[in-house]
Structure formats: structure tokens, C-alpha cells
């Protein structure tokens, strides 16, 4: 009779401890939940069905950054030294709209460009001082040499969010840190800025240091869109990065001496 009283008395201290653990994890999940921000829904991205360009969906800022600190920020980013980059790139004019896909791979000073509309693909590659130009239906190469007024960039006509350093503090008109929540995470800074009569809207991934998204628009409406749609970084050493950097003769491209 004793020795069941114990085994009852060792029941009730252990259900006491079960359900006080499970009421601090409890309070723990309820105090997560209750930090968590709403997520602000802007309009979809482009429609194939109306092919309208429309402006990104964003989570809303949670940093406090904001238009006098924000260059601050972005000038403490340096695009990563060994990627590939894939991204869609979109132009409106005349109602229509033109898409086109950007791959990119970077290994140093060495950077390969292959820009695709359609069937037609031109390539561009770097090593820094040097610029290779060719055509897939033509196989003539172009070179040419690059002097400090023209960048690699220039030549890609593709926006670059360096350039929002030198952008006067007036012209700043939002600026935060935002995430987007995707295939996976992406953690960036978000800036938008008046450009002539255009506002530019920029998200820089802050893992990758790389442009992640792009909107252009004149008043209200979206002429220019740039979308990441992946992704990978990489290592200078990577043989699939050293393949890219060859011309269609074979030739390898290496870096440039500094």
C-alpha cells in the first residue's frame, strides 16, 4: 500500500513538470507570434496575361532606415567576387512590353555577360580592361578597351545600385530594410529615389551584396523591371566559373594585373 502512494505521488511531480514546460513554450510561441510585423502587399509583379508591368511585393521595413542614413548603409555593401546571377529584365514603350534574360558570372576582375531575347544571345566578357563582344549567329569577335568613363555595367544597360550613392539626400524618397519571403529568404535594402522624371526603386540583397530587384516609373507608371530569379555564390576557384571565361575559340580569359 506504501509503495503505491510513492508511485502515485512520482506521477503527480511528473505531470506537474509536463505541463509547466508546456506552458512556458507556450508563452514563448505566444511572445514570437506577438513580434511579428503585418506584411504590406503591393501589386503583383508582371502579368502575362495583360503583360502590364506592376510594381513588387514587399514586406514591410523593420529597420529604421530612412533617407539620411541610408547611403551610410549602402556604402558598407561590395558586390561578392565570385557568382553566377541569373535575372529578367523587362522594358515597357509604346504599351509594349520586352523581356529579356541576364546571366551573369563574376570571378575577380573577370565578369561573362549573356544577354538572351528571343533566339538571339549576345556575349559580353571582361577581364577588367578589356571588353569581348560577340553574337551566337555571328561568331566575330569585337573587342574593345575599357578607359574610366565606361564600365562593364554601361555596356549591360542593366541599373546598378552604386550609382544611388552619389543621388542628392533631397532626391531620396523612401529608404528600409525589408525581406522578402520567396523560394527563400532574402534579406535587403530597400531604397527609391527621384531620377529626373523617373522614381527608381531598388532592393540589394544584403547576403550576396548583389541587385535583387529594379522598378523604374514615370508617374505612376512602371516602365523598367528587374527580378533576380536565381542565384549562386561561388568560389574564384570554381571550375564551372572557369570554364565561362573563354572566348569561342577557346582562348582563356584571365584577370588583368593591377
Not at 30 to 38: E, H, K
Not at 133 to 160: E, K
Amino acid at each position: 500500500m506504501h509503495n503505491h502512494t510513492g508511485k502515485q505521488s512520482a506521477g503527480v511531480v511528473i505531470a506537474a513538470t509536463l505541463f509547466i514546460l508546456a506552458l512556458l513554450l507556450a508563452l514563448v510561441l505566444l511572445s514570437v507570434r506577438g513580434g511579428q510585423r503585418d506584411v504590406i502587399q503591393l501589386p503583383e509583379d508582371l502579368g502575362a496575361a495583360d503583360g502590364e508591368l506592376s510594381l513588387s511585393d514587399v514586406e514591410e521595413p523593420f529597420l529604421q532606415l530612412d533617407a539620411d542614413n541610408v547611403q551610410m548603409a549602402l556604402g558598407t555593401l561590395s558586390r561578392s567576387t565570385a557568382y553566377h546571377q541569373v535575372l529578367s529584365v523587362s522594358t515597357v514603350w509604346d504599351q509594349k512590353v520586352a523581356t529579356q534574360t541576364v546571366q551573369l558570372w563574376r570571378s575577380g576582375s573577370c565578369l561573362r555577360a549573356q544577354l538572351s531575347v528571343g533566339s538571339d544571345t549576345k556575349h559580353l566578357l571582361t577581364d577588367g580592361t578589356t571588353v569581348w563582344i560577340w553574337y551566337d549567329t555571328d561568331g566575330t569577335v569585337r573587342s574593345l578597351t575599357m578607359d574610366a568613363t565606361v564600365s562593364f555595367d554601361d555596356l549591360l544597360g542593366i541599373p546598378t545600385y552604386e550609382t544611388l550613392l552619389a543621388v542628392p539626400e533631397s532626391q531620396i524618397l523612401d529608404a528600409g530594410f525589408v525581406t522578402f519571403d520567396e523560394t527563400q529568404s532574402h534579406d535587403c535594402l530597400y531604397i527609391a529615389a527621384q531620377e529626373g522624371e523617373q522614381e527608381v526603386r531598388y532592393w540589394v540583397d544584403v547576403d550576396a551584396q548583389l541587385l535583387y530587384r529594379a522598378d523604374a516609373l514615370e508617374g505612376d507608371t512602371p516602365v523598367y523591371q528587374l527580378r533576380q530569379t536565381s542565384c549562386q555564390l561561388l568560389t574564384p576557384e570554381d571550375t564551372s566559373l572557369q570554364e565561362m571565361f573563354q572566348l569561342p575559340d577557346g582562348i582563356q580569359i584571365l584577370p588583368s594585373e593591377e
